[in-house]
């Protein structure tokens, strides 16, 4: 059974550092792209980033662009996103999906909310 | 302003057929990528319901359907049932922002 969990979520002050984690398993991690997709409290979703196999490659949305990094460790199964300078409009659940690029997201992780407020 | 234009709402009766439209533009849709779809139900995450424009996961009922036609794609669902009251969101890639995009959302209410 596929198993994306995700975890690092919290309260943070605007212009703090977050590091989200998520946990992979029941799929061949290595083979495929991931990504990180945001959802806005009461909004539609919002892809963030997503990365390649091997890390090669790596795709953002104009608004996080220098702010967020993604990253993955293949041993691990484990996807990562540091989120620095954080803005209010950063608050959303965010989860880790498993991509086909340029097509679909297949597996999709419970989500973990991330609050930036002061 | 999302990318991809979904109506916010859709309605039907237990039985009946709705649709949901997604229209697109030129850069994403227009462009031949394909379009898909998602279900969220009420507190949980999405859950792909179809891929590659009209293709069902497995576990996916027959009942639901895709289709595209120019920068436009629709998702059917036919003999509409309680447990399908949800938000449906279409997505795409965008060759100019050079990343996937959601239209804005659909929430269906059976009646």
């Known amino acids: 059974e596929v198993q994306l969990v995700e975890s690092g979520g919290g309260l943070v002050q605007p212009g703090g550092s977050l590091r989200l984690s998520c946990a992979a398993s029941?799929?061949?991690?290595?083979?495929?792209?991931m990504s990180w997709v945001r959802q806005a409290p009461g909004k539609g979703l919002e892809w963030v980033a997503n990365i390649k196999q091997d890390g090669s490659e790596k795709y953002y949305v104009a608004s996080v662009k220098g702010r967020f990094t993604i990253s993955r460790d293949n041993a691990k199964n484990s996807l990562y996103l540091q989120m620095n300078s954080l803005r209010a409009e950063d608050t959303a659940v965010y989860y880790c999906?498993?991509?086909?690029?340029?097509?679909?997201?297949?597996?999709w992780g419970q989500g973990t909310l991330v609050t930036v407020s002061s | 302003q999302s990318v991809l234009t979904q109506p916010p709402s859709v309605s039907g009766a237990p039985g009946q057929r709705v649709t949901i439209s997604c229209t697109g533009s030129?850069?994403?849709?227009?462009?031949?990528?394909?379009v898909h779809w998602y279900q969220q139900l009420p507190g949980t995450a999405p859950k792909l319901l179809i891929y590659?424009?009209?293709n069902r996961p497995s576990g996916v009922p027959a009942r639901f359907s895709g289709s595209k036609s120019g920068t436009s794609a629709s998702l059917a669902i036919t003999g509409l049932q309680a447990e399908d009251e949800a938000d449906y969101y279409c997505q795409s890639y965008d060759s100019s922002l050079s990343g996937s995009v959601f239209g804005g959302g659909t929430k269906l209410t059976v009646l």
């Open positions: 999906a498993s991509e086909r690029f340029l097509e679909q997201f297949d597996y």
């Open positions: 590659g424009n009209n």
């Open positions: 029941g799929f061949i991690f290595s083979s495929y792209w």
């Open positions: 030129s850069s994403n849709i227009g462009t031949g990528y394909d």
